[in-house]
Each structure stands twice: as C-alpha cells, then as structure tokens.
C-alpha cells in the first residue's frame, strides 16, 4: 500500500492511495458543525460539535461482503492552526496516515 497527499488546507486533507491496483482517495472535510472522513466519496466516519471532535480514525481497506479480511490503517490528524505569513495561507498542523507496518505518510 502507498498514499501520498494530495491537498492539504485549512478545512481539507486529500490523500490519494494505492492499493494493489486500485487508486482511493481519503477525504476529510471541516464543516462549521462537524468533522467526517470520506473514502471514495462515501462517507465513512463524523464527528460533531464545537469542541473536542475526533482526531483519530481508523479505517480498513480491502474487506469482503462479510466483513473479513482487509488491511487497517489508521488516520491521525492535528488540527490546530498553521499559519504561514509568508505567503498568507493557513493549515492543519498535521497530518499521519498509519498503517500495520508503520507510517504511510506523514506531514507536520
């Protein structure tokens, strides 16, 4: 499994990955509410509120019908504040996409 990001900003983190042969994206959206982690467009985890809201998700790619199988990994966000003034922009502070074997990518 590789994974690289794709798009990194305040209220977005996209992370292509690729699995065998196949290309998914993971998502994680801001919204002013609630937090979610879509894979491939569907989403697959929320957290709501104005504070406190998950920071850690896991996830399992490759399972059956049934549920069995598949490969779990596991994203770490930090979602305060980065601010570069530099050149005016702002992002998440970090981001760790993990899985059984150790980091798949990481920034911040």
């Known amino acids: 499994m590789h994974a690289e990001i794709v798009r990194l900003s305040l209220h977005h983190v996209d992370i292509k ?3 065998d042969d196949k290309m998914h994206v993971l998502q994680w959206r801001r919204n002013l509410l609630w937090d979610e982690v879509l ?7 929320s957290s709501h509120g104005l504070f406190g809201r998950e920071k850690v998700y ?3 790619f490759g399972r059956d019908v049934e549920g ?3 490969e779990q ?3 770490l966000l930090d979602t305060s504040t980065h601010a570069d003034w530099t050149d005016g ?3 998440v502070k970090g981001v760790r996409l993990e899985g059984r074997d150790g980091p798949l990518v990481a920034f911040g």
């Not at 894979?39 to 985890?45: P, Y």
Request: overall charge positive; hydrophobic content about 40%.
């Open 58 to 60: 896991g996830l399992v």
């Open 17 to 19: 990955i690729v699995k």
């Open 89 to 91: 922009t702002q992002r």
């Open 73 to 75: 990994v596991m994203l």
């Open 39 to 45: 894979l491939d467009g569907k989403r697959q985890a």
């Open 68 to 70: 069995r199988g598949g």
